[in-house]
T-cell receptor, first 117, second 113 residues
């Protein structure tokens, strides 16, 4: 299997549930990302991991908890979410070339559509 | 801070007509610019990128974009629209020194027969 795979593709959860989104990349990339895509808003970068280390947390509420056990896998653990958290969550990976080289092209997964009731 | 602005949240064209999707950027340093496309129920796919080589960049599916520094623009064009081009298109700039990708709000392209 190639590319970036996200599971589940659709998730419906109540505000008191705990669930997780999973992302796996088979591209040999060193960086992984979580983005949130809501209607009528630009894509919001949530988290960045480089070589398994978190390098960016874009002021994301603590009810979202990322985990990156290795360079190929990324999780987003969800707990006590709010209805406004309903969105498409996109995972991406990149090779993380020399900074400023423009080589950091992102490859996206198909997304996990989350609905919080 | 670097940013991109996409003019027009919706664009409609007839099949066979020219496609023009507008993107203007703001950057104090030479930018790296990208166009991504998102088909329904899918993630984003890279169409093309500008990395300071040729100003006219050719991408997949017959799309191309021209970098114009004097106009701070990176508009996306395709000479003849196809029904399969219906999708949402995102312009993005790679933020200098952080390598973060900053996206525009997107333009939804509709193609009518």
């Amino acid at each position: 299997e190639t590319g970036v795979t996200q599971t589940p593709r659709h998730l419906v959860m109540g505000m008191t549930n705990k669930k997780s989104l999973k992302c796996e990349q088979h591209l040999g990339h060193n960086a992984m990302y979580w983005y949130k895509q809501s209607a009528k808003k630009p894509l919001e970068l949530m988290f960045v991991y480089n070589f398994k280390e978190q390098t960016e947390n874009n002021s994301v509420p603590s009810r979202f908890s990322p985990e990156c056990p290795n360079s190929s896998h990324l999780f987003l653990h969800l707990h006590t979410l709010q209805p406004e958290d309903s969105a498409l969550y996109l995972c991406a990976s990149s090779p993380r070339g020399d900074r400023g080289s423009g080589a950091n092209v992102l490859t996206f997964g198909a997304g996990s559509r989350l609905t919080v009731l | 801070a670097q940013s991109v602005t996409q003019l027009g949240s919706h664009v409609s064209v007839s099949e066979g007509a020219l496609v023009l999707l507008r993107c203007n950027y703001s950057s104090s340093v030479p930018p790296y610019l990208f166009w991504y496309v998102q088909y329904p129920n899918q993630g984003l796919q890279l169409l093309l990128k500008y990395t300071s080589a040729a100003t006219l960049v050719k991408g997949i599916n017959g799309f191309e974009a021209e970098f114009k520094k004097s106009e701070t623009s990176f508009h996306l064009t395709k000479p003849s629209a196809h029904m399969s081009d219906a999708a949402e298109y995102f312009c993005a700039v790679l933020e200098a020194f952080t390598d973060k990708l900053i996206f525009g709000t997107g333009t939804r392209l509709q193609v009518f027969p």
